[in-house]
């Protein structure tokens, strides 16, 4: 079975901090795809990021980072310089290619305070 | 609009009547999913569309729970026999499928008294 692990449950930073989100999986499955959502007070989830299994290599966009290490079933998320508008719930999620399901299983979030 | 919409955003209903979610995805999306997301948790999967058949309906919890999807393009998420465990935010969301972005909507909060 897959599982997703967000030990953190919530955090508040003041902005301008640097901020990581971490994220622990379990599969037993070779070949998945890895994903970040941000859920702000609206509710409706905004997808930020889809990673496979086969691409280890770190990414950013913007203010936004991933750090995605098989090694240690990790995918952590870095937010520099936070702002007020990044408050939100973050969910890290994981899918399995293969079955027939696309079924995404999420971590159970993790809450962003960014106060100004 | 151009993302999916699920209608109503909210519904309360008493304990025991039926009630009907609907989810219009985004156009040319073939993959349709819904999901129920209880308070401080996250999203959790209920059922998986491939065009109109359901690929996947492994998450729904009951029998009192069904989704159809007809042509293809709208769903609607039924429950029967409503209980307040029920009461949760259900999420629709749709792709192009194979493990591509998911759009998802605002929800619709369900609450049962």
């Known amino acids: 079975a897959q599982k997703v692990t967000q030990a953190q449950t919530e955090i508040s930073v003041v902005e301008k901090e640097d901020v990581t989100l971490d994220c622990v999986y379990e599969?037993?499955?070779?070949?998945?795809?890895l994903f970040w959502y941000k859920q702000p007070p609206s509710g409706e989830l905004v997808f930020l990021i889809r990673r496979n299994s086969f691409d280890e290599q770190n990414e950013i966009s913007g203010r936004y980072s991933w750090n995605f290490q098989k090694s240690t079933s990790s995918f952590n998320f870095t937010i520099t310089a936070s702002q007020v508008v990044d408050s939100a719930v973050y969910f890290c999620a994981l899918t399995l290619p293969q079955g027939g399901s696309e079924e995404l299983v999420f971590g159970k979030g993790m809450k962003l305070t960014v106060n100004p | 609009g151009a993302g999916v919409s699920q209608t109503p955003s909210n519904k309360v209903t008493e304990k025991g009547k039926y009630v009907e979610l609907r989810c219009d995805p985004i156009s040319g999306h073939t993959a349709l999913y819904w999901y129920r997301q209880s308070l401080g948790q996250g999203p959790e999967f209920l059922i998986y569309f491939q065009g109109t058949g359901a690929a996947d309906d492994s998450g729904l919890p009951n029998d009192r729970f069904f989704a159809v999807r007809p042509e293809g393009s709208v769903s609607t998420l039924k429950i029967q026999r409503t209980e307040r465990g029920d009461s949760a935010v259900y999420l629709c969301?749709?792709?192009?499928?194979?493990?591509?972005?998911?759009?998802f909507g605002q929800g619709t909060r369900l609450t049962v008294v």
């Open positions: 599969t037993r499955d070779t070949t998945y795809y």
């Open positions: 969301a749709s792709s192009f499928g194979m493990n591509t972005e998911a759009f």
